[in-house]
């Protein structure tokens, strides 16, 4: 079914088709051309991070991360169970276990007063998910990790430049994945930057990105031939690629503007409605800037979140949920997972909804789906009522 106002629609901010043009009649559609230059120096020095590098999906760059953490069979990460599965699927390539931990109610990022607990002697790493693009308490985690020697890997796919305390997010971890997905903010189709902040990763990540060779340093003319020296796969986009995102990423403060907007006429728009219907609205904490990814809210039930997906879709309007507990999934219960262990995952991934979020949104869109929501309380009201 076709939707008159869909769920996402991959925004467009005005050069891409003239970048990528250049990028193929340049000769160099290849990986690690000018365009990925250009999109690494401008991450590179946003982010001040010790080196950038583009790959080809934020799934890729977590399995990267896991490769330079040197995971073994047998080692444990600690990842929260509502989460996309290639946060944790990463680290289960690599034969590792991972031990769910719950999220917070609030916030719905990995709960930190619960990280200590989880850890053992065989715990490597922690993987802490930025939700919606609101930091997670990075304090804590970080100070946990330093206490335990393990190491921090941020999945950030959906906070770009989004700050906890001041400081960007993809900046706290050893590691970090920002994904440029097309239903991100900033996108590119398929791709995502890899930020490497301890510069101890950054030689092997340049090898383990191009196929366990040291071609970056043949190219640098530091060796004057390239050979394996290591274990890699072909983790590098297609420069045609990095013009996309370059084109994205040099109007990035425009459609963070844009999407600012579309987050608090939502805000707005529903804040009196989610409080007479007990609605919860996102919670973001005074200290962290969000990155404006998407618009959630959380109905008090998962018949309450079915009906009005429903009231939605016959208006033609696509709203989503998102995570199921990745606990409760088919390979979560390999690892023991199971009912109860995690229970606000459990009860958010039920009542969760998604609202249409995309920069070319209108106004009048917008109004329609806020008017939809709000009827769906009105005829809430009625039944109640009537019974
Ligand atoms: C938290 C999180 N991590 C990783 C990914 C995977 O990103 P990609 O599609 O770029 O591989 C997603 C996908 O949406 C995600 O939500």
Not at 151 to 154: F, I, K, N
Not at 214 to 235: E, L
């Given at each position: 079914?076709?939707?008159?106002?869909?769920?996402n629609?991959?925004?467009?901010?005005?050069?891409?088709?003239?970048?990528?043009?250049?990028?193929?009649?340049?000769?160099?559609?290849?990986?690690?051309?000018?365009?990925?230059?250009?999109?690494?120096?401008?991450?590179?020095?946003?982010?001040?991070?010790?080196?950038?590098?583009?790959?080809?999906?934020?799934?890729?760059?977590?399995?990267?991360?896991?490769?330079?953490?040197?995971?073994?069979?047998?080692?444990?990460?600690?990842?929260?169970?509502?989460?996309?599965?290639?946060?944790?699927?990463?680290?289960?390539?690599?034969?590792?276990?991972?031990?769910?931990c719950?999220?917070?109610?609030?916030?719905?990022?990995?709960?930190?007063s619960?990280?200590?607990?989880?850890?053992?002697?065989?715990?490597?790493?922690?993987?802490?998910?930025?939700?919606?693009?609101?930091?997670?308490?990075?304090?804590?985690?970080?100070?946990?990790?330093?206490?335990?020697?393990v190491?921090?890997?941020?999945d950030?796919?959906?906070?770009?430049?989004?700050?906890?305390?001041?400081?960007y997010?993809?900046?706290?971890?050893?590691?970090?994945?920002?994904s440029?997905h097309?239903t991100?903010?900033?996108?590119?189709?398929?791709?995502?930057a890899?930020?490497?902040?301890?510069?101890a990763?950054?030689?092997?990540?340049?090898?383990?990105?191009?196929?366990?060779?040291?071609?970056?340093?043949?190219?640098?003319?530091?060796?004057?031939?390239?050979?394996?020296?290591?274990?890699?796969?072909?983790?590098?986009?297609?420069?045609?690629?990095?013009?996309?995102?370059?084109?994205?990423?040099?109007?990035?403060?425009?459609?963070?503007?844009?999407?600012?907007?579309?987050?608090?006429?939502?805000?707005?728009?529903?804040?009196?409605w989610?409080?007479?219907?007990?609605?919860?609205?996102?919670h973001?904490?005074?200290?962290?800037?969000?990155?404006?990814?998407?618009?959630?809210?959380?109905?008090?039930?998962?018949?309450?979140?079915?009906?009005?997906?429903?009231?939605l879709?016959?208006?033609?309007?696509?709203?989503?949920?998102?995570y199921?507990?990745?606990?409760?999934?088919?390979?979560?219960?390999?690892?023991?997972?199971?009912?109860?262990?995690?229970?606000?995952?459990?009860?958010?991934?039920?009542?969760?909804?998604?609202?249409?979020?995309?920069n070319?949104?209108t106004?009048s869109?917008?109004?329609?789906?806020?008017?939809?929501?709000?009827?769906?309380?009105?005829?809430?009201?009625?039944?109640?009522?009537?019974q």
């Open positions: 079914m076709s939707y008159r106002i869909p769920f629609k991959p925004g467009l901010a005005g050069d891409e088709l003239r970048y990528i043009a250049d990028a193929i009649t340049q000769g160099h559609s290849a990986g690690d051309g000018d365009y990925t230059a250009k999109c690494h120096a401008f991450l590179q020095a946003r982010l001040n991070a010790a080196r950038v590098l583009l790959t080809t999906s934020c799934t890729h760059a977590i399995e990267m991360a896991a490769l330079l953490l040197d995971i073994q069979p047998g080692d444990e990460v600690i990842v929260p169970a509502f989460t996309f599965v290639s946060t944790v699927n990463a680290f289960v390539l690599r034969g590792a276990r991972p031990v769910f719950d999220i917070r109610p609030d916030t719905l990022n990995l709960d930190e619960q990280v200590e607990r989880a850890i053992t002697p065989r715990t490597r790493a922690i993987v802490p998910v930025h939700y919606a693009g609101v930091g997670c308490e990075m304090d804590a985690i970080l100070a946990t990790a330093a206490r335990h020697g190491r921090v890997v941020e950030n796919a959906h906070g770009l430049f989004a700050r906890y305390k001041g400081r997010l993809g900046t706290f971890g050893d590691l970090a994945t920002q440029f097309e991100k903010n900033i996108i590119c189709g398929e791709g995502v890899l930020v490497i902040n301890d510069p990763y950054v030689e092997r990540a340049e090898i383990v990105r191009e196929k366990g060779t040291n071609r970056a340093r043949f190219y640098r003319g530091q060796v004057d031939k390239y050979t394996w020296v290591d274990i890699g796969s072909s983790y590098l986009p297609s420069d045609i690629l990095a013009a996309f995102l370059y084109a994205q990423l040099e109007r990035y403060e425009q459609i963070d503007a844009t999407r600012e907007r579309i987050w608090r006429r939502y805000d707005e728009g529903l804040r009196d989610a409080r007479e219907n007990g609605v919860e609205r996102p973001v904490p005074e200290y962290c800037r969000q990155s404006y990814h998407m618009y959630y809210i959380l109905l008090r039930s998962q018949e309450d979140r079915q009906a009005l997906i429903e009231l879709r016959e208006r033609g309007i696509l709203a989503v949920f998102h199921l507990p990745l606990h409760l999934s088919e390979m979560g219960r390999r690892f023991g997972g199971r009912e109860g262990q995690c229970p606000v995952t459990e009860s958010v991934s039920d009542r969760l909804l998604r609202l249409p979020f995309y070319n949104l106004e869109e917008q109004g329609e789906v806020v008017a939809a929501i709000r009827s769906f309380a009105a005829q809430a009201v009625v039944h109640r009522v009537l």
